[in-house]
């Protein structure tokens, strides 16, 4: 037997139960049906629990989920479905804990973790980014639909409220900018229906990755110059400035009859299967390829 006291005091006498000559202390918070219920029902023993089991869960998927050469992120998805289990159990019951900065943040860095496992990202990546990337909405407004739906709302018109709710926050936030000019609505890119991004794609989207300038800021390059051409590399002028990929470029206008500029980007990666393929094709060539020499030049530099 178990028991817990619900209160808001601060201060109280010690209480205890006799069950038969058996003495029952309450406890600070007691597992009930699943949910963590603490004596002053702030669900923070919840919170921290489902987070470390979510934590171990991760650890145990992410030798499924190798950025390179593992499971298209429609499978990853799946995968990232049982974490999501975990951390929006029972939610109807505890979804106050949005109102709780602190507590939400926990949740927050657990789903960033996995949408970087989905999407292939670099973990430098922002949550809001990781999230976009990967088709996945933010935890906060997963649980918003969980405790709309339980509360009666269609499920249809509780995913489309929380849609609208990203939309606005994906176009007022302060990080993710780059990946934001190449998908600037949310709800075509998930409901689009075709293409996997992956660990190519994915540097071209977030800005994280063989970019020089990248690179440097985090001390992994001792200046922020393109290999190529001596400009600040970032994914904008890697995709679509530097001379070394004019020609891959070049095809992309011979074939489409437009420029492979952001926002012609930008269209067709919602603009059907075949403008996506073509698209994809070009950054894919440039990402795969930019990659390969940076590593052949850095060779050659460490043996001199």
Same mark, same amino acid.
């Given at each position: ?85 975990? #951390? ?33 990202? *670099? ?42 709710? !990203? ?10 900018? !780059? ?9 075509? !890119? ?8 992956? *660990? ?38 890697? #995709? ?11 095809? *992309? ?22 403008? !996506? ?28």
């Amino acid at each position: 037997t178990e028991a817990v006291l619900l209160t808001t005091k601060t201060k109280i006498a010690r209480l205890y139960f006799n069950v038969e000559q058996t003495i029952v202390n309450p406890s600070s918070a007691i597992k009930y049906l699943g949910v963590w219920l603490d004596s002053k029902l702030t669900f923070g023993v919840h919170i921290d629990k489902t987070v470390v089991k979510a934590q171990k869960t991760i650890s145990a998927l992410t030798s499924l989920m190798p950025n390179i050469r593992g499971p298209k992120p429609s499978r990853r998805r799946i995968l990232a479905s049982v974490v999501h289990s975990q #951390l929006l159990y029972a939610a109807p019951a505890w979804h106050t804990i949005t109102q709780n900065k602190k507590q939400l943040q926990k949740l927050i860095r657990v789903q960033r973790t996995i949408c970087i496992r989905v999407c292939c990202a *670099y973990r430098t990546i922002s949550g809001e980014g990781a999230c976009v990337v990967a088709g996945i909405p933010p935890i906060e407004l997963l649980i918003k639909e969980r405790h709309a739906t339980y509360c009666g709302l269609p499920r249809q018109e509780a995913r489309s409220k929380i849609i609208t709710e !990203w939309q606005n926050k994906w176009e007022n936030g302060k990080h993710g900018r !780059w990946t934001h000019k190449l998908i600037p609505n949310i709800e075509k !890119w998930i409901t689009r229906g075709y293409g996997e991004v992956d *660990y190519y794609i994915t540097q071209a989207l977030s800005g994280h990755g063989s970019f020089g300038k990248y690179l440097f800021v985090r001390k992994k390059k001792t200046t922020p110059q393109c290999i190529y051409c001596h400009a600040e590399d970032d994914a904008e002028h890697t #995709l679509f400035e530097c001379l070394r990929w004019d020609q891959i470029r070049g095809q *992309y206008l011979h074939h489409t009859k437009k420029v492979f500029n952001i926002g012609n980007v930008a269209n067709s990666l919602v603009d059907g299967e075949n403008a !996506w393929d073509k698209v994809t094709m070009i950054i894919r060539h440039i990402m795969e390829n930019k990659e390969k020499e940076s590593q052949m030049m850095q060779s050659l530099i460490e043996e001199d």
